[in-house]
């Protein structure tokens, strides 16, 4: 009987699978309606640069039969072995060869050939068939357009709230959507809270928001925290992970470094809304504008997060070059959302990137007076030249941002340029010893051409390269990536490479017109962040309808909210502070919290002062999660099990998992244990009427149901009375933490309220936002 059950559950199960699938292919199959008029960005180029690029892209070297079918010049040119003979010859498809190639069944003729395994579908062999007909018109790549600010699409005038909702509206009613309905108060305050400072709203933010009736609550709720002092912190994480920052050199001696000062002065220009311009040419080139300060030239400590090494024997040019091509492939990952990185050994294969332009920009970054090696790691190097050193008292006068703890020497690593010019050359194959032709300061004219007469060639040229007008990607770019930080998903999802690989735009016309209108508006970020949570958009339930799993299951069309699990640091801050552990400082050296023992002894040299870990106490123990200590070959393991970046290098955007050591984390994790005891003994301690009730409130913020509420109740019943039958269990579980503790008194309740919140803790909506 047992196995004729499985059996059936299994049938069950699988005809779900099969409807699901089949129904998703269904949607599919909807899409592949022929357009009237075929688009050379939005329906040729993926295809050709899917298939066809590898063998007849940019790259010469790589090149077959001297074609190339990315530029409009190749693909029309005569076959080189047939001149007759043209790879596409506009209007006509019957005398393209490409056509001819693709819809051959000769096996020795076929295009792309049998042997690369790689196919084109029927739509996609008619859709190239239309475009020949219709004139075959190339187009620059969408990306390298200069964006201009399009016209409001038709929208429902009593849906939208601001502009950009227009652009999400059209393009829903194009896919056949309609909006969801408005998430509810509670869901919103929390999701707000979440994305602006990283916290959840204490319940007297829930209770004021609540009986808030007016028109503007949420618009005042939205701006309190933009000019909350958290803010800077919730927007600095992300730039973390791109700037590429830890604590630790990296390399296998892996020793302390001081760049801490650096990620404060992040937070700072985050809080006191620096325009993005400004952002960004400071890191670059902070030494380099008309009257530097202290705090630009702190600023280009951006470009000194890289690895260093410190291991003897190394060869020094060898790790200066490293050093430099990492700072060029950050640079085209950051700012520019390109993989330059590609064209390190050779042309790049699908975006129009040679070798000698990648060596172009790595000569802006080869201009810095520093070593492969500098010192040993036994000799405590926490800065290498170049260096500034930062006093007490221009901590008391200029950095007053910098959460300065001691009087040690402070020392941070920044950039600064050699007084004479060292030559840059083309490095054949990327070997940092075999050098190639020498090559001039210049940049991708496929972006924009650098004009020399217009800017100087140095970082500083550079940065003004990437906030001209004529700059094609620079803000979009950057409010792609806020716009993923909001929603989840960017308006171009590979946020890091919009070139010929990465997905086309969702929403072409909104990032157009959101990149402009940043630019029109002084790149102002927090009016930015403003503009998009004050959405109809963004202020959608995030419950899901069969329409939506039918027509769009991963949301690219924004029909509803996306839940989604906040990121690693934030899943401890949620933790801190609705138990009130929270330690709420900014800035300062980074903390090490609870750890396994053993973690960074099995996988050291043995050198320098972090072959151990030594815990930190006290309050550094409740800091939020952007604090914890990174040592880039043993990163925080709490932090890795939800997907955090060990910051080996550039990274824009974090994978998000779902696994079952994420359920073990947070079910035997010391900090979510003792935040469950101490919220326990708070509540306990001070009598409060509905204990399950407000710890309820507190960590998943808002009311619980009926039905939640008696459950965790008989839950709580269950817990103590076996802690009443077991006392010495019940303060054995209670001893966990170090925080002080009160489990002489009421204890068998305690541990009970405790295990209860634990549960809490456990519940997906916990770390998830609604």
């Not at 703890?405 to 075999?434: C, H, I, S």
């Not at 086309?504 to 927090?526: C, Q, R, T």
């Not at 690219?556 to 138990?579: F, Q």
């Amino acid at each position: 009987m047992n196995v004729k059950i499985k059996f059936v559950l299994l049938a069950f199960g699988l005809c779900l699978s099969i409807a699901v699938f089949e129904s998703c292919n269904s949607s599919e199959a909807a899409k592949t309606t022929i357009p009237d008029q075929v688009d050379f960005n939005f329906h040729i180029r993926p295809i050709l640069s899917d298939r066809c690029f590898k063998c007849h892209g940019p790259d010469a070297n790589t090149r077959e039969a001297d074609l190339r079918l990315d530029t409009p010049e190749g693909a029309f040119a005569a076959l080189k072995d047939s001149p007759d003979a043209h790879a596409i010859v506009a209007g006509k498809p019957e005398l393209s060869a490409v056509y001819q190639r693709i819809i051959t069944t000769d096996s020795t003729e076929m295009m792309p050939p049998v042997e690369s395994n790689l196919k084109l579908t029927k739509f996609e062999i008619d859709l190239i068939k239309k475009w020949i007909e219709q004139g075959a018109e190339y187009k620059p790549h969408w990306a390298f357009i200069v964006p201009e600010k399009p016209e409001l699409p038709k929208a429902d005038k009593d849906w939208v709230k601001n502009e950009l909702d227009y652009f999400v509206y059209a393009k829903m009613k194009e896919n056949g959507l309609s909006p969801s309905e408005q998430a509810s108060k509670e869901q919103l305050l929390k999701r707000v809270y979440l994305d602006l400072i990283g916290l959840p709203p204490s319940i007297e933010a829930q209770e004021s928001f609540l009986a808030d009736d007016s028109e503007d609550a949420f618009e005042k709720v939205v701006d309190e925290l933009l000019t909350n002092k958290h803010y800077g912190e919730r927007m600095a994480l992300p730039w973390l992970d791109v700037a590429r920052y830890a604590d630790s050199h990296g390399y296998q001696d892996d020793g302390l470094r001081t760049m801490w000062p650096w990620r404060d002065w992040v937070i700072h220009a985050y809080n006191e809304n620096y325009s993005y311009d400004k952002f960004l040419q400071w890191q670059l080139a902070g030494d380099l504008i008309d009257k530097p300060s202290k705090e630009s030239i702190l600023a280009t400590g951006f470009n000194r997060n890289h690895k260093i090494t410190q291991e003897g024997g190394v060869i020094d040019e060898e790790y200066r070059i490293e050093y430099v091509t990492d700072r060029v492939n950050t640079f085209g990952k950051s700012f520019l959302a390109l993989t330059f990185e590609c064209a390190h050994c050779h042309d790049h294969k699908y975006d129009p990137i040679s070798q000698k332009e990648y060596y172009s920009s790595f000569a802006f970054f080869n201009q810095v007076p520093e070593k492969g090696l500098v010192g040993d790691i036994s000799l405590g190097s926490l800065a290498d030249p170049p260096k500034m050193q930062i006093t007490n008292e221009e901590v008391d006068d200029i950095f007053k941002f910098i959460n300065k703890k001691d009087t040690v020497k402070l020392e941070v690593m920044v950039m600064e340029d050699q007084p004479k010019l060292r030559p840059t050359y083309l490095l054949e194959r990327g070997n940092y010893d075999a050098h190639g032709d020498e090559v001039p300061f210049g940049l991708p004219k496929s972006i924009m051409e650098f004009d020399t007469t217009k800017f100087a060639k140095n970082r500083l040229g550079l940065s003004e390269w990437l906030i001209d007008d004529g700059n094609p990607l620079t803000a979009r770019v950057y409010v792609n990536r806020i716009w993923q930080q909001i929603f989840g998903m960017g308006i171009v999802r590979t946020t890091g490479d919009f070139g010929m690989q990465g997905d086309l735009p969702s929403h072409p016309e909104l990032l157009d017109w959101l990149a402009v209108d940043f630019k029109e508006n002084g790149w102002n970020i927090k009016r930015l962040v403003k503009q998009i949570v004050m959405t109809a958009t963004y202020q959608q339930s995030s419950k899901v309808e069969k329409k939506h799993l039918q027509t769009d299951p991963t949301n690219i069309y924004l029909a509803r909210s996306s839940r989604e699990r906040v990121s690693a640091e934030l899943v401890k801050d949620i933790v801190l502070s609705s138990s009130g552990l929270l330690n709420d400082e900014i800035g300062g050296p980074s903390v090490k919290a609870y750890q396994p023992d053993g973690i960074w002894e099995g996988a050291t040299s043995g050198r320098g002062v972090l072959a151990k870990y030594v815990q930190d106490h006290g309050d550094d123990l409740y800091r939020r999660g952007m604090y914890v200590f990174i040592k880039r070959t043993v990163p925080p393991p709490s932090m890795l099990i939800f997907d955090s970046s060990n910051r080996d290098q550039c990274e824009v955007q974090r994978i998000t998992t779902n696994t079952p050591l994420q359920a073990l984390a947070m079910l035997n994790n010391p900090t979510v244990l003792e935040a469950a005891r101490v919220l326990s003994e708070k509540l306990v301690d001070e009598g409060a009427k509905d204990k399950l009730g407000t710890a309820f409130r507190m960590v998943l913020c808002r009311k619980g149901m009926k039905d939640e509420l008696e459950l965790l109740e008989e839950y709580f019943e269950e817990e103590l009375t076996f802690f009443k039958e077991n006392p010495e269990r019940a303060k054995e579980t209670l001893k966990v933490g170090e925080f002080k503790n009160n489990i002489d008194e009421n204890t068998a309740e305690k541990a009970a309220l405790m295990t209860c919140i634990q549960l809490i803790y456990n519940m997906e909506e916990a770390i998830t936002k609604v």
